[in-house]
C-alpha cells in the first residue's frame, strides 16, 4: 500500500478539532472546570488542562473561560443566555491543529469498483480511516473521496473499521442515501466477509444448519476499559450484569491450515454491532490473525502496550478482515 505523507495532504497542518461534552450539574457539588477535566480526561496532567484552559481552548456553553477554577453549579448557569443553557453545560475543548498520521492513499484507478450518478462502491483498504475522527480529519476516505467527486453530499453507507478493508458502498445523492439507509436498516442488503482466524475449527463440538453454517449469538455491548485515554469504554462480548444487544453471525469454514493453525471462514451477519465479527469470532475461541486487542470470550486484552498498538501503528491497524460481497 502507498501512504499519504504531508505534502500530499496539500497542508502539514488540518483545522484541529472540537472536543464536546455535556455536564449536568448537581446540587451540593461544587466542580470547577479544571478538575472536571482533569478527573474525566487523565490523558493529561492536571497542570496540562490548567494551561489549555488558560490559553482559550475551553469553551462553556459557546463562551470563551480561561479560568480555571470556573465553578461548574447550578447557579453559574444563569450566566449564559440561551435556553439551552438553562440545565446543562456544554463544555467544549478546541484542539489546535496537528499533523495527521500517513494512511494509504485513495486510488480512483484501482479502488473504484463501480460507479454511477447515485452510489459509489470502492475497495477499503486496511488501515484507511472511514470518517473524522479526534485523531483524523483530513486523512479519511470521507475527505479523499468529497474531494474527489467534487461532492460534499458523499457518504457512506455502512461502517468498516479502519483495519478491516473490501468493499463499501456510498451515496452520492440524498435520495440514494435515504433508500440505502431504509434497506441497510430492513436488512434487505446483506454484507458477507472473508475472514483468517486463529486455531483450527473443527465440526465437532459446534452446531451446524443445512449451509454448513455455525451461529453465533453473543451479545454486545459496552464495557469499562480503563487503558482508554477518553471514554475509558469499548465494545465487547458482554457477562453477568453487564447490557449488551442481541447480535448474531453465521460462521462457515471454507479451509483449514493446520500447519499454520489458521481457518479461513465466511461470515455474515444478520446484526451490525460495532467490531461485531472481531468479537464473535474472539468469543467463539478464533480470534482474527492480527487482531491485537480482542482475544479468547470476545474480551479485550487488558494490556496498555497492547492498545497502543491497536490505535496508533499503521502497521497493526490490518486485521485479516474481508468484505466479499454486498447484496
Same mark, same amino acid.
Given at each position: 500500500?502507498?501512504?499519504?505523507?504531508?505534502?500530499?495532504?496539500?497542508?502539514?497542518?488540518?483545522?484541529? /478539532?472540537?472536543?464536546?461534552?455535556? /455536564?449536568?450539574?448537581? #446540587?451540593?457539588?461544587?466542580?470547577?472546570?479544571?478538575?472536571? /477535566?482533569?478527573?474525566?480526561? =487523565? %490523558?493529561?496532567? *492536571?497542570?496540562?488542562?490548567?494551561?489549555?484552559?488558560?490559553?482559550?481552548?475551553?469553551?462553556?456553553?459557546?463562551?470563551?473561560? +480561561?479560568?480555571?477554577?470556573?465553578?461548574?453549579?447550578?447557579?453559574?448557569?444563569?450566566?449564559?443566555? !440561551?435556553?439551552?443553557?438553562?440545565?446543562?453545560?456544554?463544555?467544549?475543548?478546541?484542539?489546535?491543529?496537528?499533523?495527521?498520521?500517513?494512511?494509504?492513499?485513495?486510488?480512483?484507478? %484501482? =479502488?473504484?469498483? /463501480?460507479?454511477?450518478?447515485?452510489?459509489?462502491?470502492?475497495?477499503?483498504?486496511?488501515?484507511?480511516?472511514?470518517?473524522?475522527?479526534?485523531?483524523?480529519?483530513?486523512?479519511?476516505?470521507?475527505?479523499?473521496?468529497?474531494?474527489?467527486? %467534487?461532492?460534499?453530499?458523499?457518504?457512506?453507507?455502512?461502517?468498516?473499521?479502519?483495519?478491516?478493508?473490501?468493499?463499501?458502498?456510498?451515496?452520492?445523492?440524498?435520495?440514494?442515501?435515504?433508500? $440505502?439507509?431504509?434497506?441497510?436498516?430492513?436488512?434487505?442488503?446483506?454484507?458477507?466477509? $472473508?475472514?483468517?482466524?486463529?486455531?483450527?475449527?473443527?465440526?465437532?463440538?459446534?452446531?451446524?444448519?443445512?449451509?454448513?453454517?455455525?451461529?453465533?449469538?453473543?451479545?454486545?455491548?459496552?464495557?469499562?476499559?480503563?487503558?482508554?485515554?477518553?471514554? *475509558?469504554?469499548?465494545?465487547?462480548?458482554?457477562?453477568?450484569?453487564? *447490557?449488551?444487544? =442481541?447480535?448474531? !453471525?453465521?460462521?462457515?469454514?471454507?479451509?483449514? =491450515?493446520?500447519?499454520?493453525?489458521?481457518?479461513?471462514?465466511?461470515?455474515?451477519?444478520?446484526?451490525?454491532?460495532?467490531?461485531?465479527?472481531?468479537? %464473535?469470532?474472539?468469543?467463539?475461541?478464533?480470534?482474527?490473525?492480527?487482531?491485537?486487542?480482542? +482475544?479468547?470470550?470476545?474480551?479485550? #486484552?487488558?494490556?496498555?502496550?497492547? $492498545?497502543?498498538?491497536?490505535?496508533?501503528?499503521?502497521?497493526?491497524? *490490518?486485521?485479516?478482515?474481508?468484505?466479499?460481497?454486498?447484496?
Amino acid at each position: 500500500d502507498e501512504y499519504r505523507t504531508e505534502e500530499e495532504t496539500g497542508s502539514k497542518l488540518n483545522n484541529g /478539532y472540537e472536543f464536546t461534552n455535556i /455536564y449536568i450539574p448537581e #446540587k451540593n457539588k461544587n466542580l470547577n472546570l479544571i478538575d472536571y /477535566y482533569a478527573q474525566k480526561f =487523565d %490523558h493529561s496532567s *492536571k497542570e496540562e488542562w490548567k494551561e489549555k484552559i488558560i490559553n482559550g481552548q475551553v469553551f462553556v456553553n459557546s463562551s470563551l473561560i +480561561t479560568d480555571p477554577q470556573f465553578l461548574l453549579t447550578i447557579g453559574n448557569l444563569s450566566q449564559f443566555p !440561551s435556553s439551552d443553557s438553562k440545565k446543562h453545560f456544554k463544555i467544549s475543548y478546541h484542539r489546535p491543529p496537528w499533523i495527521e498520521k500517513s494512511v494509504p492513499l485513495f486510488q480512483p484507478n %484501482h =479502488d473504484i469498483i /463501480y460507479q454511477d450518478d447515485q452510489i459509489i462502491v470502492i475497495h477499503k483498504r486496511p488501515g484507511q480511516p472511514v470518517m473524522c475522527s479526534g485523531s483524523y480529519q483530513d486523512h479519511t476516505l470521507l475527505t479523499m473521496l468529497q474531494n474527489h467527486f %467534487h461532492n460534499q453530499n458523499i457518504a457512506p453507507m455502512h461502517r468498516l473499521g479502519r483495519g478491516t478493508s473490501g468493499l463499501l458502498v456510498w451515496g452520492r445523492t440524498e435520495t440514494a442515501k435515504k433508500l $440505502l439507509a431504509r434497506q441497510f436498516q430492513d436488512r434487505k442488503i446483506k454484507k458477507v466477509y $472473508l475472514a483468517l482466524v486463529s486455531g483450527v475449527i473443527r465440526r465437532e463440538g459446534l452446531e451446524w444448519n443445512e449451509e454448513e453454517e455455525h451461529r453465533i449469538d453473543a451479545k454486545i455491548g459496552e464495557i469499562e476499559y480503563e487503558q482508554l485515554k477518553f471514554n *475509558k469504554s469499548l465494545f465487547a462480548a458482554v457477562e453477568g450484569n453487564e *447490557k449488551g444487544k =442481541d447480535s448474531v !453471525s453465521w460462521v462457515k469454514v471454507l479451509r483449514t =491450515d493446520e500447519k499454520n493453525n489458521t481457518s479461513l471462514v465466511e461470515v455474515r451477519i444478520e446484526t451490525g454491532r460495532p467490531h461485531q465479527i472481531r468479537i %464473535h469470532m474472539a468469543y467463539l475461541g478464533f480470534p482474527l490473525v492480527g487482531d491485537p486487542l480482542y +482475544t479468547f470470550g470476545g474480551r479485550p #486484552k487488558i494490556s496498555t502496550e497492547t $492498545l497502543k498498538l491497536s490505535k496508533n501503528n499503521n502497521n497493526n491497524n *490490518k486485521t485479516a478482515l474481508y468484505v466479499i460481497k454486498v447484496v
